[in-house]
Structure formats: C-alpha cells, structure tokens
C-alpha cells in the first residue's frame, strides 16, 4: 500500500499531505483514522477537507489498483489510470449520496474512467490508421 501512496502523492501535489504525514506511533491514531465512517469522510472531503480526502486515497487505493489492473496489463497503464480515478473522484465526491457504500461508488468511479480510456486509446488508433 505505501507504494501506491507515494506514487500518487508524486503524481498530484494535492495528495502531498500524505508523503509528510509521520509516521503512526500507536495504535490508537491508526483506530481514530479507521473509526471514522466513509460518509464522514466524503462529506467532509466535499467541503475541501484535504486530509479526509487523503485518507480516503489511503484506505482505497488498493481496491482502485486492482480494479484498474483488471483492465490493464502494464502497470504504468495502472498508475494512470488510478490516478485519474482519484481526481475524478476528488472533483465529484460531491456526488456522493451515501446510500451505498464509498468503496463501491470509488469501485464504479475506477471502471467507469478505465473504459472511457480504453475508448480514447481505441479511437487513437482509429485515426492513425486513417491517417496512414
């Protein structure tokens, strides 16, 4: 998981809260984090809350990594793609009603943004083919 971490904090400079977090010395800081419930989070990550949000990327970028992985075999292709899940998800978190759980609406959020790539990469080729 701390891969993913650094990866994306690279990636996004929104996420560098992350990277300059310390390190977790008990327990007790690590059940407060879990404790928190998702709409919480995602309600206060809709408010421009920074640390919910990376919270958020902390809990879920596992599951936003494998999903992207099932799409994708180069894992460069992967990271991209869980990126701009994460972006898509921090511009629309908004949207989240909480009726179902973040884990599924990040999970749809994830196969829905790998698609559209897999369309823009197919219509790529398209039109270098028609060009040639």
């Known amino acids: 998981m701390a ?4 990866r994306i904090t690279q990636l996004l ?6 990277a300059s977090m310390p390190a977790i010395e008990s327990e007790s800081v690590v059940n407060r984090a879990e404790s928190i419930a998702d709409g919480v989070l995602a309600s206060h990550a809709a408010n421009g809350d920074e640390d ?3 919270e958020i990327v902390r809990r879920y970028s596992p ?11 180069r894992y460069s292709h992967v990271e ?11 511009t629309q978190i908004g949207r989240f009603e909480a009726r179902g759980s973040l884990e599924g609406w ?3 959020v994830a196969s829905t943004t790998c698609i559209n790539i897999l369309r823009t990469q197919k219509r790529q080729r398209e039109l270098s083919i028609d060009r040639k």
Request: aromatic letters at 24%; proline letters at 3%.
């Open 106 to 108: 990040l999970t749809r």
């Open 52 to 54: 919910a949000f990376s």
């Open 3 to 6: 891969i993913y971490t650094i």
């Open 63 to 73: 599951r936003v990594f494998r999903v992207c992985g099932r799409f994708f075999k």
């Open 80 to 90: 991209e793609a869980a990126q701009e899940t994460f972006l898509r998800a921090f």
């Open 13 to 18: 400079p929104f996420w560098g809260v992350l």
